[in-house]
């Protein structure tokens, strides 16, 4: 099964205001910028996946990630993550009908394409599935087999409302880095620990990144 993935990303300058500690203001666009670089990189490389759809109305960030190969998706409903995921998904449904759909979260830096294949290989055993955040508060994908709508319940606490709505949750081990996603300096220490793909990289070198 080769799955499409929607992977939502909001403007850069409104981008990680939680790693105020870490990285000035002038810098926190770049980095949401390339962590998106790098989940987009090695989704598009991963065995399981068939195309990525980026929803953002950015518009470096949708020239950066189309030179990448995703499809750019304008948030037309412009109404939140949810309401991004659930448009992206309609529009990748309209050129592939039966296509499983898997949202994924556009801040896992280091991102391994083995270990996303090994999430969604599990994945399609369910209608519905979610996998945690490494926090195991939130989630940082969900998919929804060829008979089934995505139901995103994207937010605070989403790993307990994804999980009522009736959505598997992926209980694996071996895949930190698609649990990893970045929102403050502790996360970045432990994404950088696990080896960040180019484009953070390149960014995060030289920031202090406090200790836990």
């Not at 499409?4 to 909001?10: D, E, G, M, R, T």
Request: charged residues 20%.
């Amino acid at each position: 099964m080769q799955w499409s993935l929607v992977i939502p990303l909001k403007p850069l300058t409104r981008a990680k205001s939680r790693l105020a500690d870490t990285a000035a203001d002038g810098v926190r666009p770049g980095l949401a910028l390339a962590f998106a670089q790098d989940t987009v990189a090695a989704a598009l490389t991963c065995t399981a996946v068939a195309d990525v759809a980026v929803v953002t109305d950015d518009e470096l960030a949708a020239r950066e990630l189309a030179a990448l190969g995703a499809r750019i998706v304008p948030d037309a409903p412009a109404s939140g993550l949810n309401a991004a995921l659930t448009h992206g998904a309609a529009v990748v449904r309209a050129v592939r009908r039966r296509t499983p759909v898997a949202a994924l979260n556009a801040d896992l830096p280091a991102l391994r394409p083995a270990e996303l294949a090994a999430v969604l290989g599990a994945a399609a055993e369910f209608s519905r599935a979610f996998l945690a955040d490494a926090a195991e508060l939130g989630t940082t994908l969900l998919t929804a087999g060829p008979e089934e709508e995505l139901q995103p319940e994207f937010g605070i606490d989403s790993r307990f409302r994804h999980r009522a709505s009736g959505a598997e949750e992926l209980r694996l081990a071996g895949v930190d880095s698609v649990r990893q996603d970045v929102d403050t300096g502790d996360d970045l220490r432990a994404a950088l620990a696990l080896g960040v793909g180019p484009y953070t990289a390149a960014v995060s070198a030289g920031l202090l990144i406090p200790d836990s």
